[in-house]
């Protein structure tokens, strides 16, 4: 037979770079991976998970309605505690109403953090597949940072979505790049395509930068000066994946005090830009602030992307494991997630540290690195002309030294309008011990200096 049955999709689709790089740290025991975003092994919660499940499970009454099917959108009581989550991590605490003295831009109406806008999702990726499903068509276009998750490049890959990559700087998006972006694409006469810009606002994966809330401000008044061209609207999906991962332990700025910030610290979410929310879909997690293998995510959406994502969830799975969700509802209501969080923001900037250190001792100095500021990686860069690719002569030794890291060529989506950068790497301290973290670190330095 001359073709098989697959689908256009079945056939497109190729196998994601995260399934390689999770499988070749599993299956290798000498391996240090430094590539994975897992998380830290030693500091998950099992006895904050083993009380809350007790919890649950102490009775029928309240186990059996966990061990039962729930509802599309997700359990009410851990919709209204996220909810509440995430209206603190915005406003720190504060009642969303306009603060004194504020002015007219920090108005924003409370219903913005209602439950009912509020959908949980199997972890946030799920969340970041159904939307794209459900806005984009086969050919449209979605706007991403450059460069971007990797991960989300492979959903768009595999749903026959095209990318256009506006430049990273140190405090968010170019915003003049943007411009220029959906100018040319106004001039192409392909504006029409565009349905949504991907941003991971927080400690971004891979490069770390954190969007200041002004720029949230600024992109969102460009989406819509667009709109009227694009016949349409044009959405902003921000991502937050590690908003709660921040090494100072400030996991909020109150907008009261977003216009003070100088640093990249973690301000709001783009929810809080006045008069914007119906144009952003936000996406966060539990899983890395808590336990990755409790795959629970939410989403804030607008209508009508709501309603067509809970639908979309209906076909997916018709609801999120009721049990994990359970497991949530008393990690949060207890206090224990939020402790956890604590802890875990400062394990993880001592990680960092032990990363930064070695770094220091053991990579050439030809090589330019940042300091992370919260999140779970290091971006490094080589000289221009060496090759850290999938198929570079640095990627093979690092691995016949057994020490794995992420090419960086893989978080840059195709893009014509620029040549993808292949000189990077994403070296993570989330899942390897201090000890393997060290001894990556001088594999990875000896292998660097064969080349430099
Ligand atoms: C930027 C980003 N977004 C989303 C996710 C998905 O996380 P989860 O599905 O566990 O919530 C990840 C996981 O690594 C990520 O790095």
Known sequence: MKTNALSKMGQRTTEPPISWLTHAALSRPKLISLAAGFTDNASLPVAEARTALNQVLRSPKTGQPALQYGI????????QLTARHLQKLDW????????????RRHAVPPEIYSFE???????????????????CNEGDIVLVEDPTYFVYLSILQSRGLRARAVRLERDGLNLAHLESVLQSLKRSGELRRVKMIYLVSYFQNPIGVTTRFEKKCGLLKLLKKFERAAGHPIYLLEDAAYRELSFSGRADLPVSQADQQVGPTSPPSALAVPGAADRVIYAGTFTKPFATGARVGYGVLPEPVFTAVKHIKGNHDFGTANLLQQLFVRALASGSYGRH??????????????MKLAIKKHFPPAVEWGEPEGGLYFWARLPHG??????????STALKNDVLYVPGEICYADDAARRKPNHEMRISF???SEKNIREGIKRLGKVLRKFL
């Open 386 to 395: 060496l090759s850290s690719g999938m198929k570079s002569k640095v990627f």
């Open 117 to 135: 806008r509020l959908l949980i999702t199997s972890g946030s990726q799920q969340l970041l597949y159904m939307t794209t499903e459900a806005l």
């Open 430 to 432: 989330g899942n390897a």
């Open 72 to 79: 599309t959108a997700g359990d009410t009581t851990l919709r």
């Open 341 to 354: 969080v604590a802890r875990l923001q400062k394990r993880y900037a001592h990680k960092a540290r032990v």
């Open 92 to 103: 720190g605490g504060t009642p969303c109403r306009r603060p004194k003295n504020q002015g």
